[in-house]
């Protein structure tokens, strides 16, 4: 089935100059091209829309309106905007409802790649329901204390961006956030940024501060609804095992971006735990209830309940903020990493193993009782013989 | 009054009979003063004896053993200032006495002339105009505080153009002390200044009789520093022709002026920085669709490429002869998946809007180049259509989203005397305002978008600009107000209340122009900018 793509501006020569240059994709792609945000809503709601690119300055109703009103009312249609403007004000604005942001001018390629990418993603979720929900999703919960700790430090009169660096890089939603940021075209960086020090460093001081205090792009996770779920001993374990995969791929010496990638990756393999257990409250209180009769899983426990694992939801919403691919690798596989067809240690590879021999060591494994380790896979590799080294790194 | 008062005298006389006769004329003396009287016979002993004791008045003879002349003057007013003295002397000598009273004795009387009458008038004369000489000279000398303590630059000229005041500040301005400028010329003082604004206040100042102010006038210091003052010449109006003249009052302003420049400065880059953000959309919109167009040109030649590859051997077989080429069914196929028909509408419509990109990216270019026009102060001739065009460009973001712009500019407009720069910014605060005012009407309609109309013409010795808006006019309540600095109706945060207050000190201020505005509640306003198209004298 062709995907169908919905172009929104005001300016009717650059709509003119997409149509001619996307024209190769026509077998793909079906497209449509709108000058005005009513237009736009006209056409999602006569049809199905796989993803909408919207200009931000536009008279009458702006790209960010546009996106906040397909946000509610068509969830399922990814949201991207391709905007010219430099104003950080607008962009901030943006931050919540546009899933990915672009500057003109967009390289053709990186314009096609993206939205290709963001149809892809439609895959990882077979679940429609789910699928619309997760991408209303704006933002992931912080761990109380460090969202506290990451506030005192910005409102005390000598805050340093390294404290606040460090805080943010320990916790899972902050660091989300701050990766989906520093890699969309807001701040004009070229290449991919995958250590979250790093993304912090980026965006500067009066960035996050405006992000944090004013815009609040960070919320505490609410506790309530995560009965029976040890939140600190998932905590320990996203840290940990990003720290593990670090030291793994360092080990065999792979390239300082797989490194970072790693990193983050194993930091967020388990988002979409997160995820599920913050805004399905419910419904994962079931997960773990299957889990408790000890008769399955935990991927079988989500699959049932949710028609969706926490390795596809994190890999799904993530994916849609833009979050580099790899990163986004590690998430979807780092527990069949064999789908992926990888060859040599990428990120994913280091978060399976990581991932695998904490559990391990741990005796209680978070997962389930999943064999923890792909030993098939990594002997497919060449690197079941390393894993006795890595073992000694814990 | 006392009634009986007692005058202490010394006399200074080495003639004895001189000295007798003096005394003896002074006893005849009746009425209601008594007098008493002390003789010494040298100078020395006279200094000796007014350390010691006080007296009213000296009686003095010229020609003592110890002192000629006016030597026993010096000695005595040196020591003793205060006192006054009368010359007793037999001296003809008419040069000499007149020189020691202009030195300031009170009086003198010729030995062969002494009586008891005279010389006792002589004596409470003296003594009351040596009170009147000291209340002159403290008042003088108050003077002199007062405006030492001024600390603004004062010089006074005479009529015959002599340096007649020039107070400590001015000695610290100019490195030049009073009495090196007293009494010179004060055209040739050497004093650098903007010499010709001084010269034409002076002259209008003498005409007039009015005082007259001169602003921003330059100077360059004692170090040569330049700086700027703020002038008041006033005429004087003396009895005598020695006191008339004019005065120059200077207030130094190179602090305040330097604030205004450096605040103006930022206000330009405030300015160009906050439509800095709307520019690069107005580059980057064009610069999208540009490359998009380019890309598809390159994808549909290669098409167009292949196409004529195969055409180009299907023309061979067939020039060798061959009836029934394989080529042809190449050439179908090939047909077939170039998509030569959308080619064909579309490559002119994509060169001519790349051809469109490319101009209007080189228009705004062009136009910022115009609008920040790197500050000269100085007015000179400049198109004003052509100004307001690229200012519109330049700000084309700002208004683009809320208004359509229609320009009915005057083809046959002659150049206007103008600080390029500041017209500009006047435009662009009367564009941005336009602008909020129709966004204010349109978002609680939810209406389309309004319009902004500028225009020029000729009328008569003036050039006048209108720009109308469709917003919401302004209300009777705040008509007087608009001009004001920091009058604002924007909510906080969104307007600093500048715009119209810099736009009207532009206009009637630096330009001699005026700035009005004729309005209507729910229709909206005009604002008309008249120039004057002769360069006009502004202060």
């Known amino acids: 089935m062709k995907r169908r793509i919905l172009f929104v501006d005001d300016e009717a020569n650059l709509l003119e100059g997409l149509k001619r240059m996307l024209r190769p994709l026509r077998h793909e792609w079906e497209m449509e091209f709108v000058g005005n945000g009513a237009a736009a809503l006209e056409c999602l709601d006569r049809s199905n829309w796989d993803v909408v690119v919207s200009d931000v300055r536009m008279p009458s109703m702006n790209g960010v309106e546009l996106l906040n009103k397909i946000k509610n009312q068509h969830p399922h249609t990814v949201r991207l905007l391709l905007s010219g403007q430099a104003d950080t004000e607008v962009i901030m604005d943006a931050i919540g409802p546009a899933h990915q942001y672009l500057s003109k001018p967009c390289d053709a390629e990186l314009l096609k790649t993206t939205i290709s990418r963001a149809c892809a993603l439609g895959d990882l979720l077979q679940d429609e329901k789910i699928k619309q929900l997760v991408s209303q999703i704006e933002t992931i919960p912080s761990l109380p204390s460090l969202y506290l700790e990451l506030e005192e430090e910005l409102q005390s009169c000598d805050s340093s961006l390294g404290r606040a660096a460090a805080i943010m890089s320990k916790d899972v939603g902050m660091t989300a956030k701050i990766l989906k940021l520093v890699n969309s075209a807001f701040l004009g960086i070229q290449q991919t940024v995958t250590d979250p020090v790093q993304a912090v460093r980026y965006l500067g001081l009066d960035t996050i501060k405006t992000l944090v205090l004013t815009i609040k792009v960070f919320q505490q996770l609410d506790q309530s609804g995560s009965v029976g779920f040890d939140m600190q001993h998932f905590w320990h374990h996203s840290l940990s095992t990003g720290e593990q995969a670090r030291k793994i791929a360092k080990e065999e010496r792979a390239p300082q971006p797989v490194v970072e990638a790693a990193l983050a990756g194993g930091l967020l393999h388990d988002v979409g735990m997160l995820l599920l257990l913050t805004y399905f409250p419910q419904r994962y209180q079931e997960t773990l209830k299957l889990l408790a009769n000890g008769e399955c899983s935990l991927m079988e426990a989500e699959q049932e309940t949710f028609g969706a694992t926490h390795a596809e939801v994190g890999a799904y919403l993530l994916g849609l903020w833009g979050i580099p691919i790899p990163i986004i690798e590690a998430l979807a596989f780092h527990h069949c990493p064999a789908k992926s067809l990888v060859q040599t240690l990428t990120p994913l590879i280091a978060v399976h193993i990581a991932n695998g021999l904490i559990e391990e060591k741990d005796l209680q494994p978070l997962e389930g009782n999943s064999p923890c380790l792909d030993l098939a896979f990594l002997i497919e590799l060449g690197l079941d013989d390393r894993l006795q080294n890595w073992r000694e790194l814990l | ?539």
């Open chain 2, 1 to 539: 009054m006392n009634s009986h008062l007692d005058i202490k005298i010394l006399l200074i006389e080495d003639n004895p009979n001189d000295a007798e006769l003096a005394k003896v004329k002074l006893a005849e003396v009746g009425g209601s003063f008594s007098y008493e009287l002390f003789h010494v016979e040298l100078l020395s002993e006279a200094l000796v004896f007014l350390q010691e004791s006080s007296v009213d008045v000296i009686l003095l003879d010229l020609s003592l053993p110890d002192a000629q002349g006016d030597e026993s003057v010096h000695a005595l007013q040196k020591n003793f200032s205060q006192i006054p003295i009368v010359i007793l002397s037999g001296s003809k000598e008419s040069s000499l006495i007149l020189r020691i009273v202009q030195e300031g004795v009170q009086d003198y009387i010729g030995k062969n002339r002494v009586d008891g009458e005279l010389l006792a008038h002589a004596i409470r004369y003296s003594i009351e105009r040596k009170k009147s000489e000291r209340a002159l000279l403290n008042s003088k000398a108050e003077t002199e505080r007062l405006l030492a303590s001024i600390s603004y630059v004062l010089i006074g000229v005479s009529e015959h153009d002599e340096v007649i005041q020039w107070n400590l500040t001015a000695e610290k301005f100019f490195g030049r002390t009073a009495s090196e400028m007293l009494g010179t010329s004060f055209c040739q003082c050497g004093i650098q200044w903007d010499w010709q604004k001084v010269v034409q206040g002076i002259l209008q100042c003498s005409e007039e009789g009015t005082p007259v102010h001169l602003h921003e006038l330059w100077y360059l210091n004692g170090n040569g520093k330049k700086g700027f003052f703020d002038i008041t010449l006033t005429r004087m109006h003396g009895h005598v022709e020695e006191s008339r003249g004019f005065l120059i009052l200077a207030n130094d302003i190179s602090e305040r002026k330097q604030l205004e420049i450096e605040l103006s400065l930022a206000k330009k880059m405030e300015s160009i920085g906050q439509l800095a953000a709307g520019i690069a959309h107005e580059i980057n919109t064009p610069t999208q669709f540009v490359s998009d167009n380019l890309r598809f040109l390159q994808d549909s030649f290669c098409a167009i490429q292949t196409v004529l590859t195969t055409y180009d051997q299907l023309f061979q077989t067939v020039e060798a002869g061959q009836t029934n080429s394989p080529f042809v069914d190449a050439i179908k196929r090939t047909l077939a998946e170039a998509d030569l028909e959308f080619m064909k509408e579309e490559i002119p419509k994509a060169l001519k809007q790349s051809l469109d990109g490319a101009n209007r990216v080189s228009n705004i270019v062009r136009a910022m180049k115009d609008f920040s026009h790197p500050g000269t102060e100085e007015k000179k001739p400049i198109d004003l259509n052509r100004a307001i065009e690229s200012t519109a460009i330049v700000a084309r973001n700002e208004w683009k989203y809320v208004a359509d712009m229609v320009t009915d500019l005057d083809p046959a407009l002659p150049l206007v005397p103008c600080q390029a720069g500041e017209f500009n910014q006047v435009i662009l605060n009367l564009l941005i305002n336009g602008a909020h005012t129709i966004n204010d009407v349109i978002s609680q309609t939810e209406g389309d978008k309004g319009k902004i109309t500028i225009s020029t013409r000729v009328e008569g010795e003036w050039v006048e600009v209108r720009i109308a808006d469709t917003g919401t006019g302004i209300s009777e309540a705040v008509r007087d107000k608009i001009f004001d600095p920091f009058f604002t109706t924007k909510e906080v945060g969104k307007g600093t209340g500048q715009g119209l207050a810099i736009a009207h000190d532009i206009i009637v201020n630096k330009h001699g122009g005026t700035l009005t505005f004729e309005t209507e509640l729910g229709k909206g306003t005009t604002f008309v900018i008249r120039l004057p198209l002769q360069r006009t004298h502004v202060c």
